[in-house]
Protein backbone atom coordinates (compact mmCIF):
# COMPACT_ATOMS: atom_id res chain seq x y z
CA UNK A 1 0.00 0.00 0.00
CA UNK A 2 0.96 3.66 -0.86
CA UNK A 3 -0.35 6.83 1.16
CA UNK A 4 -0.01 9.84 -0.31
CA UNK A 5 -0.96 13.43 1.53
CA UNK A 6 -1.57 16.41 -0.37
CA UNK A 7 -1.07 20.29 1.21
CA UNK A 8 -0.31 23.43 0.18
CA UNK A 9 -4.04 24.84 -1.56
CA UNK A 10 -5.68 27.87 -0.51
CA UNK A 11 -7.38 30.90 -2.31
CA UNK A 12 -4.88 33.16 -4.90
CA UNK A 13 -5.29 36.00 -7.09
CA UNK A 14 -5.22 35.63 -10.74
CA UNK A 15 -1.44 36.26 -11.84
CA UNK A 16 -0.06 34.96 -8.31
CA UNK A 17 1.48 31.45 -7.21
CA UNK A 18 1.03 28.43 -4.97
CA UNK A 19 2.93 25.33 -4.28
CA UNK A 20 1.88 21.77 -3.30
CA UNK A 21 3.37 19.33 -1.70
CA UNK A 22 2.56 15.59 -2.22
CA UNK A 23 4.40 13.53 1.14
CA UNK A 24 4.41 9.57 0.23
CA UNK A 25 4.65 6.58 2.39
CA UNK A 26 4.67 2.89 2.22
CA UNK A 27 5.86 -0.06 -0.01
CA UNK A 28 7.56 0.36 -3.01
CA UNK A 29 6.06 4.30 -4.44
CA UNK A 30 9.57 4.24 -5.93
CA UNK A 31 8.77 2.17 -8.35
CA UNK A 32 5.83 4.28 -9.65
CA UNK A 33 5.52 7.83 -11.63
CA UNK A 34 4.16 10.80 -9.37
CA UNK A 35 1.53 12.69 -10.95
CA UNK A 36 -0.72 15.48 -10.38
CA UNK A 37 -4.48 15.77 -11.61
CA UNK A 38 -7.07 18.05 -11.00
CA UNK A 39 -10.85 17.95 -11.19
CA UNK A 40 -13.29 21.16 -11.24
CA UNK A 41 -17.04 20.84 -10.43
CA UNK A 42 -18.32 19.36 -13.10
CA UNK A 43 -15.69 18.29 -15.09
CA UNK A 44 -13.54 14.79 -15.30
CA UNK A 45 -10.45 14.58 -13.77
CA UNK A 46 -7.74 15.59 -16.12
CA UNK A 47 -4.20 15.43 -16.11
CA UNK A 48 -1.66 17.93 -14.85
CA UNK A 49 1.82 16.51 -14.74
CA UNK A 50 4.13 14.03 -13.52
CA UNK A 51 7.82 13.04 -13.20
CA UNK A 52 9.37 9.94 -11.89
CA UNK A 53 11.95 9.50 -8.52
CA UNK A 54 14.73 8.82 -10.82
CA UNK A 55 16.20 11.21 -13.70
CA UNK A 56 15.15 14.53 -14.72
CA UNK A 57 11.81 13.87 -16.94
CA UNK A 58 8.94 15.95 -16.64
CA UNK A 59 5.90 15.65 -18.05
CA UNK A 60 2.89 18.68 -18.55
CA UNK A 61 -0.52 18.95 -19.99
CA UNK A 62 -0.52 21.78 -22.80
CA UNK A 63 -2.83 23.67 -20.34
CA UNK A 64 0.39 24.52 -17.66
CA UNK A 65 3.11 24.29 -19.52
CA UNK A 66 5.28 26.77 -18.67
CA UNK A 67 3.67 28.12 -16.00
CA UNK A 68 3.87 24.82 -13.56
CA UNK A 69 6.80 23.32 -12.68
CA UNK A 70 6.70 19.64 -10.97
CA UNK A 71 9.48 18.88 -8.52
CA UNK A 72 10.39 15.76 -6.15
CA UNK A 73 13.09 15.78 -2.96
CA UNK A 74 13.78 12.20 -2.49
CA UNK A 75 15.17 12.95 1.00
CA UNK A 76 11.37 13.75 2.39
CA UNK A 77 9.59 11.67 0.15
CA UNK A 78 7.81 14.06 -1.16
CA UNK A 79 6.77 16.14 -4.82
CA UNK A 80 5.99 19.43 -5.27
CA UNK A 81 3.95 21.50 -8.07
CA UNK A 82 4.51 25.17 -8.07
CA UNK A 83 1.98 27.02 -9.95
CA UNK A 84 2.55 30.50 -11.45
CA UNK A 85 0.66 33.19 -13.54
CA UNK A 86 -2.67 31.72 -12.19
CA UNK A 87 -5.90 31.61 -14.04
CA UNK A 88 -9.86 31.52 -12.82
CA UNK A 89 -9.59 27.92 -14.95
CA UNK A 90 -7.26 26.81 -12.29
CA UNK A 91 -9.24 26.52 -9.99
CA UNK A 92 -9.96 22.69 -8.78
CA UNK A 93 -9.21 20.21 -6.69
CA UNK A 94 -5.96 18.80 -6.94
CA UNK A 95 -5.16 15.16 -6.47
CA UNK A 96 -1.52 13.44 -6.49
CA UNK A 97 -1.42 10.23 -7.95
CA UNK A 98 0.91 7.15 -8.07
CA UNK A 99 0.71 3.59 -9.37
CA UNK A 100 1.07 3.81 -12.54
CA UNK A 101 4.94 2.67 -14.26
CA UNK A 102 4.28 5.69 -16.82
CA UNK A 103 3.17 8.94 -17.04
CA UNK A 104 -0.48 8.49 -18.04
CA UNK A 105 -3.21 11.02 -18.55
CA UNK A 106 -5.73 8.73 -17.83
CA UNK A 107 -6.61 8.39 -14.15
CA UNK A 108 -8.19 4.89 -13.78
CA UNK A 109 -4.15 4.15 -14.76
CA UNK A 110 -3.24 5.14 -11.20
CA UNK A 111 -3.98 3.30 -7.81
CA UNK A 112 -3.15 5.38 -5.04
CA UNK A 113 -5.12 8.76 -4.70
CA UNK A 114 -4.48 11.70 -1.95
CA UNK A 115 -7.39 13.43 -0.44
CA UNK A 116 -7.08 16.36 -2.67
CA UNK A 117 -6.52 19.68 -1.66
CA UNK A 118 -8.61 23.08 -2.90
CA UNK A 119 -7.41 25.67 -5.50
CA UNK A 120 -9.26 28.51 -6.07
CA UNK A 121 -8.29 31.26 -7.92
CA UNK A 122 -10.74 34.49 -7.32
CA UNK A 123 -10.46 38.15 -7.57
Known amino acids: QVQLVESGGGLVLPGGSLRLSCAASGRSFRSYVMSWFRQAPGKEREFVAA????????YYSDSVQGRFTISRDNAKNTMYLQMDSLKFEDTAVYFC????????????????WGQGTQVTVSS
Open 51 to 58: IYWTGTST
Open 97 to 112: ATGARVPNYRPRAYDY
